[in-house]
């Protein structure tokens, strides 16, 4: 394909993004209600939950960090004309988000694995290990294929690294709204949230990759 016909390609892509912004806007209304919902305690030092967290509370630093970093820099490497114009800061945002990854993943399963003192049964320990491979696992590929330069394939898995990602947001979000976190909690069905949203995590991916590439193919 020439340059003019890939410029081409691109600009129509970038003519109809209502469905890519209405995403990151569900998106980000997620994040700000998990944020009031569930993650209050990080500014309140007295707040009760620090009891419950206070055998792995510095663990939760670097899980944090690496997880913000994660959910927030993702949207933006799918900005096309942040990539076209800025390729080295694609690429900056992409190695924190990678790096970020493989942090948050040993991270959460440790302190998943040490909430089992506090009462956490075995079963979320081994789902973490399921979640928190899917998330390394679609990042490594990502990876792998952006060194090979072999971008559509880069795209697809990144896309589905993002998407087990927002497994964060989504179980709580699901919890939050249809209190199913609120006393007395129901383990069994706090349990089914975590794993469909898990096991539902690659379908939403390629199905996503399937209407993009649908797009494209549209375009050309």
Request: with cysteine; net charge positive.
């Amino acid at each position: 394909m020439s340059i003019a016909m890939e410029r081409d390609v691109a600009g129509r892509t970038r003519r109809v993004p209502w469905l890519k912004y209405a995403a990151f806007t569900v998106i980000a209304a997620m994040a700000l209600y998990v944020l009031q919902h569930n993650e209050r305690f990080l500014i309140d030092p007295a707040h009760p939950v620090w009891q419950h967290y206070e055998p792995f509370k510095w663990w939760l630093l670097p899980h944090g960090v690496a997880g913000a970093c994660v959910l927030v820099l993702a949207p933006l490497q799918f900005s096309d004309r942040l990539r076209a114009r800025y390729l080295w800061l694609h690429r900056t945002f992409g190695a924190i988000f990678v790096t970020g990854v493989f942090v948050l993943g040993p991270v959460g399963i440790y302190i998943q694995y040490m909430d089992e003192a506090q009462g956490a049964a075995r079963s979320f320990t081994i789902e973490t290990v399921i979640q928190s491979g899917l998330l390394m696992t679609t990042a490594g590929f990502g990876l792998f294929h952006a060194l090979k330069r072999n971008i559509q394939q880069h795209r697809r898995w990144m896309i589905r690294s993002y998407c087990a990602a927002l497994t964060f947001l989504q179980i709580r979000v699901i919890l939050g709204v249809f209190g199913l976190d609120h006393p007395p909690i129901d383990w069994h069905v706090l349990e089914t949230v975590v794993w469909a949203n898990t096991a539902m995590a690659l379908l939403v991916a390629d199905i996503v990759n399937d209407i993009w590439e649908r797009r494209v193919a549209r375009a050309r």
